[in-house]
């Protein structure tokens, strides 16, 4: 869904080697999230997730979630 709507992958910026995506992608944090205090760094194309809707921008935060039992299955997106 982040690359549908936002046009560019979840990881992008912190994807510089595989170790720093392995990072990223194994977080539990969505580092995109506007919310939070630090952004990745340099033009990573597609939109700015300042267009997200606030509850789009929750899906997303559950969406990265370690837990899987938190992340919203597809009916919860449809919506």
Known sequence: M???ILLKHPSAGN??????????MCS???LMDPAA?????GNLG???TTVLSADLARLFRL??????????PAETWEG
């Open 37 to 41: 205090p630090e952004q990745p760094k």
């Open 15 to 24: 994807d510089d080697t595989e170790a720093d995506f392995q990072k990223a």
């Open 46 to 48: 597609g939109y700015p």
């Open 2 to 4: 982040h690359e549908i």
């Open 28 to 30: 539990g944090k969505w």
């Open 63 to 72: 969406a990265v979630s370690l837990d899987p039992r938190m992340r919203p």
